[in-house]
């Protein structure tokens, strides 16, 4: 194996995907909207935001060296020599950039929300909550799909992201321009704690859960994150999910964070890597559900009812 200076490549790693793409095999770069792109051979990789990820195979990466190794399976040293001869040294963010600001745009409203309601309270989602979330305009029916979509909102209440969930089919996206720092919560002015889960769903199963057992499940902080939350191979080189950042950033009185994501391997990594990060600054604890891959199993099998397991996705190129 030939020897590369550590400085090259800490270059070849400032390289990100698109950058590499542009300058490498432009036949291979699809546009698809704004900044948002995929590639030919593989339509379910999506770029964005210097970033990229794999949805069809559940993974993903933030450099072209990521994608060399995980998609093209090219050895290291490879990939590394491939970057830096053909790109060169300078990223693409190394020239100053103007930064659009992204525009939502939601799905068009359904007349009323009697199909999600009951999509909703048949998962054990408690009545109250569904009707906080739809008057806060936390939650709505869209039109002529009908899925539920949950609207994440700034401190101005302004819809700034949607996660849309069919109701009776295995479809989940995000509306066109959702900005992941602003995932679905519910917010607490004055609390010292926030809860974090994977999905809205799971928010609102703990928080039924709450209120089934006596308590205000509005008293403390509650935030879901934009998706699963999967930190690097190297967990001392994860970065902080964009929603709990930004957060925290706007609530400087939490000091505890209560970790709640699923009870399965990619919720242990990444509970293992949020402790790490934030211990020290937080009090951290971690409180996967006591049975059940997640908060919504859980909440069903205390209830009797039937869980919801969805089927995966169509396979994608």
Not at 203 to 213: E, P
Request: hydrophobic share 35%; aromatic share 10%; net charge positive.
């Amino acid at each position: 194996m030939s020897f590369i200076p550590p400085e090259t490549i800490e270059k070849a790693r400032q390289i990100d995907l698109l950058t590499y793409l542009e300058a490498c095999e432009p036949d291979e770069l699809v546009h698809i909207s704004g900044d948002h792109y995929c590639t030919r051979e593989h339509d379910s990789l999506k770029i964005s935001n210097g970033k990229w990820y794999w949805f069809s195979r559940g993974f993903g990466g933030y450099n072209a060296l990521d994608y060399l190794i995980k998609v093209r399976e090219l050895p290291f040293t490879e990939a590394v020599e491939r970057i830096t001869g053909q790109v060169g040294y300078l990223p693409r963010q190394a020239a100053p950039k103007l930064i659009k600001p992204k525009v939502l745009l939601l799905p068009r409203a359904s007349r009323d929300t009697s199909r999600v309601y009951a999509y909703l309270r048949s998962r054990g989602i408690d009545a109250e909550l569904i009707d906080f979330c739809i008057r806060t305009g936390r939650l709505y029916e869209s039109f002529p799909h009908h899925n539920a979509v949950f609207v994440g909102l700034d401190r101005y209440s302004k819809p700034r992201y949607a996660n849309l969930r069919g109701v009776g089919t295995d479809f989940v996206g995000e509306a066109s321009g959702s900005d992941k720092r602003y995932s679905f919560s519910i917010s607490t002015p004055g609390s010292g704690t926030v809860h974090l889960f994977e999905s809205a769903i799971d928010l609102l199963s703990y928080a039924t859960l709450v209120k089934q057992n006596g308590g205000s499940w509005n008293r403390e902080h509650l935030v879901s994150l934009a998706g699963v939350y999967r930190p690097k191979v190297e967990l001392q080189e994860s970065s902080m999910p964009l929603a709990l950042k930004r957060y925290l950033s706007e609530n400087p009185e939490i000091h505890s964070i209560v970790l709640q994501l699923d009870n399965d391997a990619t919720g242990g990594r990444a509970a293992k890597a949020l402790v790490s990060m934030l211990s020290g600054r937080y009090e951290v604890s971690v409180q996967p559900p006591p049975y059940g891959k997640d908060y919504n199993d859980y909440l069903c099998m205390k209830l009797g009812i039937p869980i919801t397991h969805r089927s995966g996705k169509v396979p994608e190129r």
